[in-house]
């Protein structure tokens, strides 16, 4: 059974940041210092759930909550907001943007037997949130609203389906295929030229082209590359431990790494091919 409530944690809060008796780290932290920490707290939830551990996920819901409460706190020692308007204006936010479940706009109203349109459901949502930033922001492009400071794949992403929602999209994946094939084109001239600030710029594009063609094979980019780096450790690091038992104090020929290499893609996928 718990011991404590939100309420609590929303007090020890204010603990820490009490000027007489509060901790001196917490008292000299601002919006803009706690930033890298709320960024790495969501990254460390999605690496809970991707790698299946749920064990330690509720500990890192709690670290990335305690950031939350940290910014409320910075609101309301500067009157701005508190806590409590937070949550009110986030279920307000939501019970806006979504009619189908509540019907009347109050969270007691219900929909009953009303089917509801997954496609219709979407379509309102999205609706709905562009009229938000438009109030918000005055906004006067569909690009507007999404935050220059997002990881960069992850904001490649919103772009293209942002501009996917007015018709400026590949129809089908092959023809992202093809611009892939002509991005690399690109790269392969302007290193001939040697350019460096061409090829930088073609990468750029390459990469972008990318996560469009994992958009439209329906596949979370920022989601896979992790993956793929959390591969890539795993297989690195049994590298390593062969080729420190082969070979100490002795730099190894790549030839044998790339041996260790397959040695552990095999191991991962015993009846994978090797390539």
Same mark, same amino acid.
């Given at each position: 059974m718990a011991q404590y409530s939100l309420q609590d944690l929303l007090t020890l809060m204010a603990r820490l940041r009490d000027p007489q008796d509060g901790c001196p780290w917490d008292l000299k932290q601002t919006w803009e210092s706690i930033v890298p920490h709320t960024l790495e707290e969501a990254y460390e939830v999605a690496d809970c759930i991707e790698r299946g551990d749920l064990e330690h996920l509720q500990e890192e819901l709690g670290d990335l909550l305690f950031?939350?409460?940290?910014?409320?706190?910075?609101?309301?020692?500067?009157?701005?907001?508190?806590?409590?308007q937070v949550v009110d204006g986030l279920t307000r936010k939501l019970i806006r943007r979504h009619p189908h479940v509540f019907p009347e706009g109050t969270l007691?109203?219900?929909a009953g037997d009303q089917k509801v349109n997954e496609l219709e459901v979407k379509n309102t949502w999205e609706t709905l949130k562009a009229e938000?930033?438009?109030?918000?922001?005055?906004?006067?492009?569909?690009?507007?609203?999404?935050?220059?400071?997002?990881?960069?794949?992850?904001? +490649? %992403?919103?772009? #293209?389906?942002?501009a996917a929602r007015v018709g400026f999209d590949w129809g089908e994946a092959y023809q992202v295929l093809?611009? %892939?094939?002509?991005?690399l084109a690109e790269i392969r001239?302007? %290193? +001939?030229?040697?350019? #460096?600030? +061409?090829? +930088?710029d073609e990468v750029g594009d390459f990469l972008f082209a990318s996560v469009n063609l994992a958009r439209h094979l329906k596949v979370d980019p920022e989601a896979a590359v992790r993956s793929?780096?959390?591969?890539?450790?795993?297989?690195?690091?049994y590298v390593e431990q062969q080729s420190a038992l082969n070979h100490p104090n002795q730099q190894v020929p790549l030839e044998t790494l790339e041996g260790y290499w397959q040695e552990a893609k095999r191991k991962e996928s015993p009846d994978a091919p090797v390539t």
């Open positions: 950031q939350v409460v940290y910014y409320s706190r910075f609101g309301e020692e500067e009157n701005r907001f508190d806590f409590h007691e109203s219900r938000e930033r438009k109030v918000k922001q005055q906004a006067t492009s569909v690009l507007d609203g999404i935050p220059a400071n997002l990881p960069a794949v992850t904001r +490649a %992403l919103k772009l #293209q389906k942002r093809d611009k %892939l094939e002509e991005e001239e302007a %290193l +001939a030229e040697g350019n #460096q600030a +061409a090829v +930088a793929t780096n959390r591969k890539f450790e795993r297989r690195f690091k």
